[in-house]
């Protein structure tokens, strides 16, 4: 892992003039955690492979992503979204970090901030510096095939799937129902707004790594009463 590297382009993206003070509090936050990985997030974590042979750790990618997405925002205004979703992942690997929490959990936190640092790394390949770094994610609810209205959708960052005080819902009800992601790696899924027990499956969706800024999201109903 080139550290040295990622701490350089995290000293251009500070800059004079880069725009957005809570913007670059994300951005260091981030740097700092990314450059902690090898000597304190992933001691204890041997045995973390990456889930398809022959590519990199999550470890390993994470930090060459995180320098891949650097590269891509400097001198960027970013979207209030993506400012939140860079704050969700070094809050997640600081997390991480703590060798006080359950070594599952950590494997999901930094598996989490793994894929949506790569969604993120493969939206600046695709997409470049110029545009709005968000994407327009059209949830459609259905049941046996049939659309089936007023479901809430509810989503929150993969690294954070299980921690419901980071769950997000969209700003109406379906279907079919829209929101502004920033690009990244998601677990979104329905609930029935008068029985919040009532869910459906959980989904897993990583958005934006191919430079696509609309995405529409079939989503399982839950279970008819």
């Known amino acids: 892992m080139n550290l040295p590297l990622l701490i350089t382009w995290s000293a251009m993206s ?7 003070e809570g913007q670059d509090k994300a951005l260091k936050a981030l ?70 929490v ?32 968000v994407v327009k994610v059209t949830a459609v609810t259905k049941r046996a095939g049939q659309e089936v ?8 960052p993969r690294a954070w799937d299980g921690t419901e005080d980071r769950y997000e819902t969209f700003p109406k009800n379906s279907s079919p129902t829209t929101h502004e992601w920033a690009p990244g790696a998601y677990v979104i899924w329905t609930r029935d707004p008068d029985q919040k027990e009532r869910v459906g499956d959980r989904q897993r969706k990583s958005v934006g790594e191919n ?8 989503l399982p109903a839950p279970p008819a009463r």
């Open 102 to 133: 359950p070594k599952d959990e950590r494997v999901r936190l930094l598996r989490g901030v793994a894929a949506d640092l790569n969604a993120k790394a493969g939206f600046e390949k695709a997409v470049g510096k110029d545009g709005r770094r």
């Open 149 to 156: 209205k007023e479901l809430q959708v509810v989503f929150v």
């Open 14 to 20: 500070m800059a004079p003039g880069a725009p957005g």
């Open 211 to 218: 430079g696509k800024t609309v995405v529409e999201i079939d």
């Open 31 to 100: 740097e700092s955690e990314v450059s902690r990985l090898a000597k304190d997030t992933l001691p204890g974590l041997e045995d973390l492979k990456s889930p398809v042979k022959g590519e990199p750790s999550p470890g390993t990618r994470l930090a060459d992503d995180f320098g891949t997405v650097i590269r891509g925002v400097k001198d960027a205004k970013l979207e209030p979204a993506y400012v939140a979703s860079l704050q969700a992942d070094a809050d997640a690997l600081a997390r991480a970090r703590d060798r006080e």
